[in-house]
């Protein structure tokens, strides 16, 4: 099966702590995203990477951290710089072929700080 | 910059009515456009997209036709159930940049 895979699925840190947020991807996508969503929100891109060695920053990197050593996987690390880190946070992986472009979704990871 | 703006939610219909969610945006190009589906708990699921001028994207009943002269992608549905509650997500990619622009969303519940 194909897909996109984000694990855990929830998360308790205690404030103060760094934590990786994994994503892993089958689908042979080039490009990788991280996205926030905080509740009753829209998504807020966090960071891309369109190959891999190579990412860039979106809207909010601030707080954020990640790498991209392996084609398949893309993970986000949540430093303790991140003031507000409570939320749910998505990873998309992306392709362009004849039909276009169309980024895909995994089912996130809802990430509870104390 | 490319942005896109969604009706404000949330919607709330019965069992079988007719939906409209609003969406337009601004693109300088030619962009293509989606809409995603997220249910509660869950990622966003790619629910149709259109290409380019006059193109209509559908799935699950649900469709959406790219105005280029009004700048919309309006999504629509002949007759909801209660499974199509979820959240709309519009968003329009800029070819150059491999990326999407989401609009905010819109919260539709339908009450059967």
């Known amino acids: 099966d194909g897909g996109i895979t984000q694990s855990p699925k929830y998360l308790f840190r205690k404030e103060g702590q760094n934590v990786t947020l994994s994503c892993e991807q089958n689908?042979?996508?080039?490009?990788m995203y991280w996205y926030r969503q905080d509740p009753g929100q829209g998504l807020r891109l966090i960071y891309y990477s369109q190959i891999v060695n190579d990412f860039q920053k979106g809207d909010i990197a601030e707080g954020y951290s990640v790498s991209r050593e392996k084609k398949e996987s893309f993970p986000l690390t949540v430093t303790s710089a991140q003031k507000n880190p409570t939320a749910f946070y998505l990873c998309a992986s992306s392709f362009t072929g004849p039909l276009g472009y169309e980024q895909y979704f995994g089912p996130g990871t809802r990430l509870t700080v104390t | 910059g490319n942005s896109v703006t969604q009706m404000e939610g949330p919607v709330t219909l019965s069992e079988e009515a007719f939906l409209t969610i609003n969406c337009t945006y601004t693109?300088?190009?030619?962009?293509?456009l989606f809409w995603y589906v997220q249910y509660p708990g869950e990622g966003l699921q790619l629910l149709l997209k259109?290409?380019?001028?006059?193109d209509k994207g559908s799935n699950k009943g649900f469709e959406a036709t790219y105005r280029k002269e009004t700048t919309s992608f309006h999504l629509e549905k002949g007759s909801v159930q209660v499974s199509d509650s979820a959240v709309y997500f519009c968003a329009l990619s800029d070819p150059g940049a491999q990326k999407l622009v989401f609009g905010q969303g819109t919260r539709l519940t339908i009450n059967p």
């Open positions: 259109a290409t380019k001028a006059d």
């Open positions: 693109a300088t190009g030619y962009p293509s």
């Open positions: 689908l042979n996508h080039d490009a």
